[in-house]
């Protein structure tokens, strides 16, 4: 599927990230450079450093999840990873931060390259990677070509309950194994973890295209209403992810997250007389993030476009904050 030698299955995909860099960094001292909003950094970033004994180094991030290879060069070039030291690079595709974009197939080829010259591992974080491959109509292998290995993760995309999988070489897929087991991450009923992933394989691949058609289908709607409260970028929109921009000088983002999370006596008429709530996350003091997944129906789409629409008209005769 993904053109590696070898898997093994992870509990999440955050615990295959870090057995991904714990394998190949096993000196302490070794270097991960990720991306400054990357999953890893958030999530991994403390634990390469205690476990690890690991230099992690930041490197700043384009709209698009890609960044500067000339920068990170630089890094590599201050790094002293001279043998038994080890040096690995991750990006993340798509990506979650910068709303599930993807970023370019050469970008992520000329970074192998640079990777091979510097002769250090690369690692994709493709939590989303079936959303990037759908997306873009590109198979799989082609976005890992250059990539020693890639986690993928069952419980995203695939609307598995949990699980991910991290594939690579066989040698370093063993020591993964026993990094595994070093986290507490061995499974014993793993039949079952891995029995969902597969039906999501053989079943729901459709339903990340629909996810992508509605999220789609929600930024579309906000941007033809052409209003000062909300805004989106529909060309931005690659995946099943929405980054919804708030006037901040009317409603910040902690405010429209709270806003759709409750239910007043006047929306029920314009949202089909149903009460609906919409969880969403605030990134920022101007930006909220909704992300669609398989068990929102095209009805419930429907249903969050009116309640947008109707919050947008409920703050529109707001003045704004001097």
Known sequence: MLGKEDGLLFPTHIMANLAAGLAYCQSRGSAIIAGADS??????????VKFGGLHFREIEENDDGSFSLDNLKGELEALDLTPPLSGLVTFE???E????????????DELGKVCIVYKCFLHCDGTRLINA????NVPLPNFVTFCDSITLALDKSLGAPVGAVLVGEKSFIEKARYIREFLGGNIHQAGTFAAAGLFGLSHCLANV???IDKAKAIALAVQRENNSIINVDFEKVETNIVHLYCNTEILNANQLKDRLASVNEDEAPFCSNESVIVLANALSVDTVSLMVHNKISHSEVKLIIQKLMFIIKEFEHVKPVC
Do not use: Q, V, Y
């Open 209 to 211: 295209d629909w996810d």
């Open 97 to 108: 931060k910068k709303g599930g974009r993807i970023p370019s197939l050469d970008w992520i």
């Open 133 to 136: 491959s759908l997306s873009k």
């Open 39 to 48: 999953d890893i950094t958030r999530n991994n970033r403390e634990a390469f």
């Open 93 to 95: 595709c798509a990506h």
